[in-house]
């Protein structure tokens, strides 16, 4: 049986700086979370008071319903691994791994077994004896995610984990991370400030701006219904517009063109971008806004649109969502 994760109005001060406001959320417990937001928000700040390597300023962290705020890191149930890995250098793959238990007094020939099993998990047990500089950046972060799962956490907590990778190797471990998540069905609490990799990863995406959580839900309720102008922005793919009765978000592949004459708005083209599938092509509308309208190819080139050329802009009313801010 999963343990829940829980957050209980969590904040973190460092001196005059509120890194973390008295943020409160429920994590689905054997789920994948992304916690997604820009640099400075207090993504790791969060994370670390979750991890116990920050103290917590005020509120609660309870795991299972047990109050873990004060625990030392070992006791908690969770689990850390670190953007760099922080593997240690002088120790082979094997020993990096069985490392924790070493600390707990496990005898050498037991730590070897179950570092083992945990080398099999990662794929990795043909390197047990290997330094940590003979390996690949992707083969490193296996081995840090090796150690970190031997402790057999109920949360595991990944900063960043997929940064110090190339663009390649960075896709290939997102789908590797997916899958072991799935395979050992605990939870996993990863921060980034990428977007994409919040919607390739996550059961539930939280987003995070200026120290609170702006939203959170699944992937697709966040992406296709953000809340605010900051939500809708950050997750890309979207138009914020100021219409008479508020602010709205609508994705650019919502928005179709129309005659002229025709449609809810009426812009002229600013800019035409080819990207392959579709054709961005911006417009500005009345009050200086400029709104992109993602057309699939065939459409666009059945009546392609020159910049300057008067065009109206129309959409499903469906597809609106209202902002609060
Ligand atoms: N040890 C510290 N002492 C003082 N201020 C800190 C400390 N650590 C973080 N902060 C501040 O707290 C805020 C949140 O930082 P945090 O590292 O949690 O953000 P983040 O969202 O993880 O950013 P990044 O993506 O850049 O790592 C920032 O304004 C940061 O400058």
């Given amino acids: 049986m999963q343990k829940e994760l829980e957050l209980v109005a969590v904040t973190k001060r460092y001196g005059a700086t509120v890194a973390v406001d008295a943020i409160s959320h429920h994590f689905r417990p054997g789920g994948y979370a992304c916690l997604l937001g820009p640099s400075g928000c207090g993504k790791s700040s969060t994370l670390r008071m979750i991890a116990g390597h920050e103290s917590v300023s005020d509120g609660s962290i309870l795991l299972g319903g047990s109050d873990i705020s004060h625990l030392p890191p070992a006791k908690r149930g969770t689990a850390m691994m670190f953007q760099n890995y922080a593997l240690f250098p002088h120790l082979s793959v094997a ?42 950046g ?30 390649f190797l960075r896709i290939r471990m997102r789908g590797e991370l997916r899958k072991l998540q799935r395979e050992l069905g605990i939870s996993f609490l990863h921060v980034t400030h990428g977007q994409d990799e919040a919607l390739a990863l996550a059961d539930e995406i939280v987003v995070m701006n200026n120290a609170v959580i702006e939203q959170a839900g699944p992937a697709r309720d966040v992406f296709n219904a ?30 179709r063109l129309t005659a002229s004459d025709a449609g809810e708005l009426q812009g002229r083209v600013t800019a035409i971008e080819y990207q392959g599938m579709h054709v961005a092509v911006s417009a500005r509308i009345a009050g200086d806004q400029d709104v992109v309208a993602m057309v699939p190819d065939n459409t666009f080139f059945e009546n392609p649109q020159n910049p300057g050329d008067a065009i109206g802009l129309t959409w499903d009313q469906s597809k609106l969502h209202r902002l609060t801010a």
Avoid: C, Y
């Fill in 95 to 136: 020993e990096n791994v069985g490392f924790s238990l070493k600390m707990k007094g496990v005898e050498v020939a037991e730590r070897r077994t179950k570092a083992g099993e945990m080398l099999e998990l990662v794929d990795l047990s043909a390197l047990a004896d290997r330094m940590p500089d003979q390996l690949s």
């Fill in 138 to 167: 992707g083969q490193q972060q296996r081995v840090a995610l090796a150690r970190a799962l031997i402790t057999r956490p109920q949360v595991l907590l990944l900063d960043e984990p997929l940064s110090a990778l190339d663009p």
């Fill in 226 to 255: 953000p809340k605010t102008a900051f939500v809708a922005q950050f997750m890309g793919g979207h138009n914020v517009i100021a219409l008479p009765d508020g602010p709205f978000a609508i994705r650019a592949d919502d928005v």
